[in-house]
């Protein structure tokens, strides 16, 4: 836009809102977005059309496809969005009027079309529960990337060992993961996020024309972090693979 003062007139507050019963949060009729859009754009600076209607039989709800187009800073611009409306009955259950229910779902996309240009954008209230501040699990992720990436990084470059020295053994006798030292900070193996285990070192079999190798609890770790963006075990990262790779 040309300057803020645009966009100020268009997210201006209205002097009220509307609540109803069944109805989520508090709301605009259809007359005040429209009414701020002449206002504010113009009255032949702004146009509007249902691009799609369809019903929802198990919803029992009419479904609008909208499209509004606005001319700003010499050039059309548009925003799309959905609406719907719940489709009235008697006490029969007969339809009272498929057209007004129609209308409403026009509306109702009109509006959400118009608050993607800040119009009663500020009523847009969500169910969910806001969170100040970075998800725990993703800080901890970026404090493990500090310290596995660089670990990882000179694990890959270090010279192979030769065939003469035996690799460490790898048997029942061996000390439990859980009590290995790790390169983090802490001393003590990283866990996974999604089931808590401790990491281990996990031997990766041969395929492909790669090699076999066996990967340290940082490099399982870094793993992790580049292609799931959170530390996992090595049952944990094979099955983020998967559900990857059916996503596709």
Wanted: charged share 20%; glycine share 10%.
């Amino acid at each position: 836009m040309e300057d803020d003062g645009l966009y100020r007139l268009l997210a201006e507050p209205f002097g009220g809102y509307y609540t109803a019963e069944g109805v989520f949060g508090p709301f605009l009729s259809g007359e005040q977005v429209t009414t701020r859009l002449n206002e504010v754009l113009g009255v032949g600076l702004w146009q509007f059309h249902v691009i799609q209607f369809s019903v929802d039989q198990a919803a029992d709800e009419v479904v609008a496809l909208g499209e509004l187009r606005a001319f700003i800073d010499g050039q059309w611009i548009t925003r799309q969005q959905f609406g719907g409306q719940k489709i009235k009955r008697r006490k029969g259950g007969e339809i009272n009027s498929l057209a007004d229910d129609h209308k409403g779902a026009a509306t109702d996309a009109m509006k959400k079309c118009a608050s993607l240009l800040g119009v009663g954008l500020y009523l847009m209230v969500s169910s969910a529960t806001w969170h100040q501040g970075v998800p725990p699990r993703q800080a901890e992720a970026a404090r493990t990337a500090r310290t596995a990436r660089p670990a990882a990084a000179a694990a890959s470059q270090a010279p192979a060992r030769p065939a003469a020295v035996p690799a460490a053994p790898a048997t029942a006798g061996d000390a439990p993961a859980q009590d290995r030292p790790s390169d983090a900070a802490t001393g003590r193996p990283p866990k996974c996020m999604q089931c808590e285990q401790p990491l281990a070192e996990v031997a990766i079999p041969a395929r492909g024309g790669r090699p076999a190798e066996k990967w340290t609890v940082n490099k399982l770790r870094y793993q992790g972090l580049r292609k799931h963006g959170m530390v996992l075990c090595s049952d944990c990262y094979r099955a983020a693979n998967a559900l990857a790779a059916q996503a596709g």
